[in-house]
């Protein structure tokens, strides 16, 4: 087999000065540049024994600094940072991080943060800092100490989970950023999250809330809408007329999914078409004045208690309510998952288990035993 050659990207190099020395400089050459170092360092004409033991001294000296220059290069390239990047302020970097993300994600970063704060008192806490038993502690903390801000309640374990993850993936930008070597978070098990209960309309419900007033239309359109396609809020919030095309008989939507970048193709049905009302210039908003999260929050809360609808329902529980309909009425869950965007069908198998037709007809089955 042939042996590789590696290339050294230090060299230690000597030039001719005047007298008969020899000036020792280092020559650094990496990812395209190459930069000299002159050590100030000299060998002299070999005359003695004395010469050449000052010579053969010096030169260990070189070497020395060649191989610490060496360890500086190679450390750089595979993320090894200098102690000065490393005092970075964790939490002005978290921030930073946080308004890198979409809104609906950005305030999960900020609350992260806030029990990232009630853990950790300090105003600057260096990313130095972010040690294994720092970690372990924040988890800890979220698990035993910290309740919610808005229901000054413990956090619920998928919370728990949620903020947790915003920290491993801070940490993880910190090596990508080249701010790290490694993560502090690895090898240390993350919070597992429960399996939550998912939270639906049936057809019934759906036809009623559709009979019933809202004290905002934009929200109840875009919000039947979603019924029926089962975009999420976020496609649903950005959704132009230019994603709209006519195919024959249906229109269909050609967006990008926001969560997950991919390009969709959904065929939506006339009563979906219906709700998006007159056509407007492409660059305009389908859903224009779709107000913030909070109001669109209160007011599907209103509108469902208005239509007598006993279940606590969020936006996002049309997405889960177009999923069982199309269950319900017989669809494949391949088909599901396709219409749905998911890129595995593992994750649409857990509508499958809110809605089992097959475990229904097995227990009505059971024969009158008393």
Request: proline share 2%.
């Amino acid at each position: 087999m042939k042996e590789l050659k590696v290339k050294e990207p230090v060299r230690l190099r000597t030039k001719e000065i005047k007298g008969g020395n020899k000036s020792l400089y280092l020559d650094k050459y990496m990812d395209g540049r190459r930069v000299y170092e002159f050590l100030k360092l000299y060998l002299i004409p070999e005359r003695t024994k004395a010469d050449k033991e000052r010579n053969a001294e010096t030169m260990r000296l070189a070497n020395a600094i060649k191989s610490q220059r060496t360890i500086e290069m190679q450390s750089e390239r595979f993320g090894f940072q200098s102690a000065t990047k490393q005092k970075i302020n964790f939490l002005d970097y978290f921030v930073l991080l946080a308004k890198r993300h979409e809104r609906n994600t950005a305030s999960t970063w900020m609350n992260a943060l806030a029990h990232i704060r009630a853990y950790d008192h300090r105003d600057n806490i260096r990313i130095c800092d972010i040690t294994p038993d720092w970690v372990r502690g924040f988890q800890t903390f979220l698990q035993t100490e910290a309740v919610s801000h808005y229901t000054n309640r413990p956090l619920a374990t998928n919370t728990q989970r949620n903020y947790y993850k915003k920290l491993v993936c801070a940490l993880n930008q910190a090596v990508a950023d080249g701010i790290l070597m490694r993560s502090p978070t690895m090898n240390i098990e993350g919070i597992k999250g429960k399996e939550s209960t998912r939270q639906y309309l049936t057809i019934d419900e759906v036809r009623r809330l559709s009979q019933t007033e809202c004290n905002n239309e934009v929200v109840k359109r875009a919000f039947l809408f979603s019924c029926l396609t089962g975009l999420r809020l976020s496609d649903v919030e950005k959704l132009t007329w230019a994603d709209v095309h006519r195919q024959g008989s249906f229109d269909r939507i050609i967006f990008a999914q926001q969560k997950t970048g991919g390009q969709e193709y959904l065929d939506i049905t006339p009563q979906a078409s219906q709700l998006l009302g007159e056509r407007m210039a492409d660059d305009e908003r389908v859903f224009a004045g779709l107000p913030g999260r909070t109001v669109i929050r209160r007011s599907i809360f209103k509108w469902v208690d208005g239509a007598r609808i006993n279940k606590h329902i969020s936006f996002h529980c049309a997405r889960h309510s177009f999923a069982t309909m199309m269950l319900d009425i017989g669809t494949d869950l391949y088909t599901v998952s396709k219409l749905l965007g998911h890129r595995e069908i593992q994750t649409t198998q857990i509508y499958a288990k809110v809605l089992d037709k097959n475990k229904q007809a097995a227990v009505a089955a059971i024969p009158p035993i008393i």
